[in-house]
């Protein structure tokens, strides 16, 4: 089942703004285990997006939710609550968090980063995604390095840490203003790039390519400069379920060792995907090679070190 978008829009907008104001006492309220909650409701709640492919998006006008981490999604579903029903909610990068917190969603299903402030509110899966964060430009552009982007106008998508890195290279420039432009969702922010009023889209590299591959004219663009920082993607969830972290982390880490996971990863990274049919031709790295080899869910921070 899925939650229509335009109802979604009015509920999130109000779940969100209740979350921000009383999210402290939210997480302490909300005490019954997950899967118990999963087991009395008969539902499971799946927090998704609408344009973040090829990890989580939306599909035509029926509203199928696909994508690398919503089908890790289904498969941990499947194996920890086989009888429940899977309803879909699509969120943004902004409101998961406090829904995940509150118990709106029991799973979120996005590409959202691990890193240690956001531990302090949810739990992170183990590590399922290694992203870089770059830089999206016209093929035109004369961009070609993090190191000209003073003066430059970016587009960023609200809710992402891609803004912090730009505040970050801000700082490694000397303090030369980066002008950041905000977008509500990675479509709006590719707009931005798209009609010119953005000289480049930072984001994750999978996900440019996503968004990339399925726009008007993908040889429109490039991705191009180096990586303003790595990122490990894990699905998430509430903060003090242990339980449910290890349901979730066990058939994950099965998928992992069975070499499972490398065939879901080809699919969404190698093969070609919905809806135009067009591969990001985007092979298994070394690095995720070794997660999936050795799993964990070591947060941002230890990617910098």
């Not at 939650?3 to 509920?11: D, E, G, N, Q, V």
């Not at 919503?70 to 029903?85: F, G, Q, S, T, Y």
């Not at 099965?254 to 093969?271: C, R």
Request: aromatic content about 6%.
């Amino acid at each position: 089942m899925a939650i229509s978008r335009k109802t979604f829009t009015a509920l999130a907008a109000g779940l969100t703004l209740a979350c921000m104001a009383t999210a402290p006492a939210l997480a302490q309220t909300v005490t019954q285990p997950t899967l118990e909650k999963i087991k009395a409701s008969g539902k499971a709640v799946l927090g998704v997006r609408e344009t973040s492919p090829p990890m989580a998006y939306a599909l035509g006008a029926n509203e199928k939710y696909v994508g690398y981490h919503v089908e890790l999604c289904e498969r941990v579903l499947k194996e920890i609550a086989p009888d429940a029903k899977l309803e879909y909610m699509a969120v943004t990068a902004q409101n998961t968090l406090p829904l995940v917190q509150n118990g709106t969603l029991d799973i979120g299903c996005g590409p959202t980063t691990n890193n240690t402030a956001r531990q302090q509110q949810v739990a992170f899966a183990v590590t399922t995604y290694v992203s870089e964060v770059r830089m999206a430009v016209r093929k035109d552009s004369d961009l070609k390095s993090v190191s000209q982007l003073a003066g430059r106008t970016i587009a960023a998508s609200t809710g992402t840490t891609a803004v912090q890195l730009l505040r970050k290279q801000e700082r490694a420039l000397g303090g030369a203003p980066i002008k950041t432009v905000l977008g509500k969702d990675h479509h709006e922010s590719f707009l931005l790039l798209e009609t010119g009023r953005a000289d480049a889209f930072v984001l994750d590299d999978n996900l440019l390519a996503g968004m990339i591959a399925n726009s008007k004219d993908p040889s429109a663009y490039r991705i191009v400069g180096e990586p303003l920082g790595a990122e490990p993607i894990a699905l998430l969830f509430r903060k003090d379920d242990p339980t449910f972290k290890a349901a979730v982390d066990g058939v994950l880490t099965k998928l992992m060792q069975s070499g499972e996971m490398e065939k879901i990863y080809t699919k969404w990274f190698v093969n070609p995907i919905p809806p135009k049919n067009m591969s990001l031709n985007l092979p298994l790295g070394t690095t995720l090679r070794q997660l999936f080899a050795t799993p964990n869910d070591k947060p941002l921070e230890t990617y910098q070190q």
